[in-house]
């Protein structure tokens, strides 16, 4: 966590029970003051990057992930890169349930089960996650915000245009991006608030967007930060990075690094408060660099979950 006060963004009507988030493992999970960092665990073999399907390898992963400054393990057994086929349900709890180990040996680390599916979602809670992270922000299976009251659970609600198999093909204009991504996010707020589930909310970086479009969801953040919940950004190594990087010939995703960590202080910069990385410790560090800079003082890290 490093201590970088919403308050900075210069940003009015912000409400603290918007960033002072609940969860289950008797926590809270403190947007107002800090910007947390999430790990990624893609728990499927065709995942873009790193995906894992041996246990063993994939609790070493945790356990680097937070030793390096992780404040969130986001668990997903099904990958939602462009084109990916949906895979059974039974696989995917199948997948999910390392959460039930992470949390055993791990304690109090939050973790986040990656699912829009409410079968999946009641497995992971059982299991012991605490947020649910739904990229299709309540859309595919809205019983899934019925799981998050139960279970007192908050839940991350992300803009998406179509199923990720298909979600390319369904692009939006530039005239109507930003509007219509707020005008989604603002419905998915509405939908869990009605339901009494805390909200945080993501553009969906790489989802249904043109390349060029990520850089004008990044660089026009404060739009969907003025709404007045948390916003958590995913850019960590993927294509638009690339494309900024060498629009000809993009790098592969294992030379994204510095794009991704660029991307992560500007979007720091731009109000995120969650930054779901595969680099943990290199964006940490930038971050806090970032941070320092910008409240003209050293920044500060506080971990609560050892």
Do not use: W
Request: with cysteine.
């Amino acid at each position: 966590m490093i201590y970088f006060p919403v308050d900075r963004l210069g940003v009015t009507k912000l409400e603290d029970k918007n960033f002072l988030i609940p969860i289950p493992s008797s926590l809270t999970l403190d947007l107002k003051n800090y910007v947390l960092l999430m790990g990624v665990l893609n728990m499927s073999p065709d995942s873009f990057y790193i995906g894992y399907e041996s246990e063993k390898e994939a609790l070493k992963a945790v356990e680097k992930m937070i030793e390096e400054g992780a404040d969130i393990i986001d668990v997903g057994g099904q990958s939602t890169r462009p084109g990916a086929e949906e895979i059974p349900e039974e696989e995917e709890i199948k997948r999910i349930k390392i959460i039930e180990k992470i949390k055993k040996i791990f304690h109090n680390i939050p973790v986040s089960v990656d699912t829009y599916r409410s079968g999946v979602a009641k497995i992971a809670f059982d299991c012991g996650a605490d947020i649910l992270n739904d990229i299709s922000g309540f859309r595919f299976d809205p019983k899934v915000l019925d799981v998050c009251k139960i279970y007192r659970a908050p839940a991350i609600a992300m803009h998406i245009t179509a199923k990720p198999k298909i979600m390319q093909n369904h692009t939006l204009e530039d005239q109507v991006l930003l509007d219509s991504i707020i005008k989604y996010l603002s419905e998915s707020a509405t939908m869990a608030k009605q339901k009494d589930v805390s909200v945080i909310l993501d553009p969906g970086i790489g989802f249904g967007k043109k390349p060029h479009q990520n850089l004008i969801i990044i660089n026009q953040l404060e739009k969907i930060v003025e709404l007045g919940y948390p916003v958590l950004v995913g850019v960590s190594r993927k294509s638009f990075i690339g494309f900024a990087m060498d629009f000809s010939n993009p790098p592969p995703p294992s030379e994204r690094l510095e794009g991704t960590i660029s991307a992560c202080v500007i979007s720091l910069c731009k109000g995120a408060r969650i930054l779901r990385v595969h680099d943990v410790l290199k964006v940490k560090n930038a971050l806090k660099i970032a941070v320092s800079i910008l409240m003209e003082n050293f920044s500060y890290e506080k971990i609560i979950y050892s």
